[in-house]
């Protein structure tokens, strides 16, 4: 549309930079509004138009995400993606980030990253049952000091995560953790919040949405009063972290999850009663249900949540200021509108039933007031007393910004700009260091006590994983986690997954692998995968490489899920992610809900009988770029092995589909009696979980292998145990199905781990107590 | 406005475990002062009352002190009270 | 047998809690808002036969944990449903540190040492099975149940702990690792009278086989046998 040019004036120009608005964006603002915009209108735009609130440099990307399945009940665009389970159930979930206000103030920021996407599985009516993080940050380097920025950083997130998440009583139930020095100026702090809907009377399983309808309605605003928080988080959330952090305190939070408990509580109770059918009101029948829509208060605070309700329901909103309940007087108008305090929600609800839901709330000790009423004409409409002081076109806060103009431009090297070390090339070598022999129980020890492998239960226990009493895989205790849906047959298996080392090497591996690494941390538990939330995380998206990542990312999980037949519900996009002296890798994280339809057939991670033959499903051999054992034995420049070189292994999604398909019909028939998937750490690393796991040995037929064979991480394999009886009709399915596999060697009563020489039958062997040992140190002083 | 300002200083019982106040001692002395000792850590209520005498406002904080701010087991408290 | 379960603000385990005592032990039990309670409120609490307190964070643990709930109508009724009446009080995690605050029950649960919430199974010895809560099982015997707590460190004056000894209320110790620091490794303990229970581990995480190996639910029937 060739539009008329608008030309902003110079003071408009000057103060809308100063709010982050390019001039393009400017000049479409003059457009919409047909004059200048006013203050409050400005900082409306900014927030409205923000990357993190309008997606506009990736929404064009994300289009090509699948999103289509039968159970699909909400897919991208809400609070949340809700999949169906069966006729009465339904989960929700989405993946948040909270990356820059952790890196700024780690306890808040991650606290209140936990209350933010608590609050989006509320707003689609569903209870949180379940937690799950996806944390990186630099390198420890544990030395002699114990208090270097990394650790303190990371002991922050979580002990923030803990705080807020075991007062609101809502499980954490897994999560993953990478150290790498990319992370180190910008730590990312991904949370993955999983709820359960139950059918309500007329209404059914219907999720609630973020929408706001009906003339004459009533917007009620609920939860805590207002104050001065987080002002311009929104934008904040879009910009590089530059210079003093100590000058950005002011824009963090202060989250309360004991407020965030009883706005749980309160909200779910509306939900409840806002499934009833209104009564007739004079004679006139209303065939509303009472509770219309509801959405939380996230970044931009009412700024973003109104005009995105009016925008759902395709009407407008007056708000009035004066009625919001302060924490602090006196406020701006564009303090109040833009506040960022927690613990709040916006609900529509028909006009006549605003005491009953207030109500609720005051009888949970929280604010409810009627700040605004829902109108015809399509704007948001401000006041404050009488005086007009803001009205805008909801079309156009709603419908962002004209696209940016971002360039896309392949590295030369890949890799080579995200990660300073990729600079310099491989050394060349006709016969790598790691085709060698390995001296393998040197090697192990010392990957199973590395922080990227070892235990997280220092980290974990601190986490309340069994409240909610679902729990039957916990943190640690599987390659996802389980929790029974209590009345029903039913396991939900959860897990998120992303390897920034795969993302730095070849982003569109980074982001296919990220999906299939999900899908087999379910499949290995027995589940059938059902709907993936994302977290992308990026650096800045100007720059043509990081877009061009991006982009690249963002095809690997498209494929990857079409051929898997996964639908995307939900995610969250997280760009800047960069300090003036280095740029996150691409980090595109995954979140996937799985289902066991008997939770009695769940397939453990560890060895169970002795006699079991154990097995490896999937190729024998392929790429060991990006691996940790590079990372830990070969030094960091060759973990990352440029996409050239042949090391980098590549998914092969056909296969990929049929290896799971296949390990799906193995926990069906029943068949096996542990599956782990290999990953971090490679084949020894999982045969060495899965003994600890069992708290069962194994003899091994893997005695002179490489270093590569044993500890290199390509894709698509498990490892499975199989007692002797099961055997053939395993041989048989896989046959059938055309999928390689070995028999490594079989489960033993003693509480050994060894290899066995093919031919000369000699034995090396480690107890498992030293294994632990050396699992159990990975992150040993990290909190202490 | 006149009334009082009441400041109540909550801290552990002398002798009992305090193991907050272990980490912060240690953290003091690493930082450069090894001579520090008998590190605590406690709190600070405040709050203000209108009116009456400076004899019943302390009276009035040393109830709610005992009553509520402070659990004898493991804690004592003092007042400060001050004019506004 | 009839049971309630105390819904403070904050509380979070009074789901789990209404679930084991309704579905797994099959005991008729009432969800109660804490302000529906008391003097003023309309429930009497004398109808029932077991109160539960739930663990969570109640007002926020601010202030200490269970420093303010124990003002709270249900918690100040409590001393006239024990006067008047004949029925169990059972406080578990933040439940039991209210009724150490209302002074229900003796001493105080001060922070883990570890400075650290921590959420693991451990092991417990029972010291007494002599007591309603404890009546079936052995007194020596071990048991397996979650503890999920920030201030779970039992702390009691040197007399008030020789009382407790004397008296033999203490219930259940840390068996092996004490893991927040308490006083002689207590878990739980009981009033002189046996009505007053406050343990720090949760019983009712492990009632049922898939969650765990079922002791919390041979905890509890010792309740519904008495």
Redesign the interface.
Known sequence: MPAKLARPSAETLAAGTRQGLTPAELARIVEILGREPGELELGLFALNWSEHCSYKSSKHFLRKLPSESPRVLQGPGENAGVIQLDDELAVAFKVESHNHPSAVEPFNGAATGIGGIIRDILGMGARPIALLDSLRFGEPNVGAHRNTPVLDLLRGVVAGIAHYGNCVGVPTVGGELYFDDAYADDPLVNVLCVGLLHQRGERGLQPYGAVASGVGNVILLVGASTGRDGIHGATFASEELVGEKEAKRPNVQVGDPFKAKLLIEATLEACNVGARRAVPLRGQAQDLPLLIGLQDLGAGGLSTALPEMAARGGVGIELQLEKIPLRTRPMTPYEILLSESQERMVLCVPTGSELRFSRIFHKWGLEAAVIGRVIAEKSFIIRQEQHLLAQVPIEGLAGGPPPPDCALAAPDVVGAGLVPALASPAPASPQPAWEKPADWQARLLALLAAPGIGSRRPIYQQYDHTVQINTVVGPGAGDAAVLRIKDTPYGLVLTIDGNGRYGALDPYQGGAIAVCEAARNLVAVGAEPLGITDGLNFADPNDPEVYWAFAQAIQGLADAAQALEIPFVSGNVSFYNQSVRRKIPPTPIVGMVGLLRDINKRVPMGFQAPGDLIYRIGRARGGIGGSEFLKLFYGRGEAFVPNASPLLDKVELAFESRLLQAMRALAQQGLIRSAHDISEGGLLVTLAESALAGGRGAELDLDGRSEAELFGEWQSRFIVSVAPEAADSVARLLGERELPWACLGRVVPEPLLSLIGAHDHHHTSLHLDELRQAHEQALEGFFA | MSGYLVKVLVEPRPGLLDPEGQAIERAIQELGLPEAHETSVGKLISFKLPGGSLEEVRERANWIGQKLLANPVIERFSLEVEAL | MRAAVIVL??S??D??AF??LS?VLGVPTDLL?HEDVGAHGHTPLLQYDLIILP???S??????AG??AR?SPAILALSDYLARGCGLVLGICNGFQIL??AGLLP??L???????????TVRLRVENADTPLTSALQTGEEIEL?I?H?QG?Y???PNGLAELKRNRQVLLTYAGENPN?SEEAIAGICDPKRRVFGLMP?P??NT?L??GNGDGLRLLRGLKQT
Not at chain 3, 59 to 64: H, I, N, P, V
Not at chain 3, 110 to 120: D, L, M, P, V, Y
């Open positions: 603000p904050g979070n385990c789901h789990d679930y084991v579905q808002w663990g969570g964070f007002y926020g643990d601010y202030l200490r420093a303010i003002f150490t605050e001493g105080a001060a922070r883990n040492i570890t400075r650290q919430f921590i959420c693991q979650p999920a920030d460190r702390v009691v004056a620091g949760h009712e995480r049922e898939l969650l």
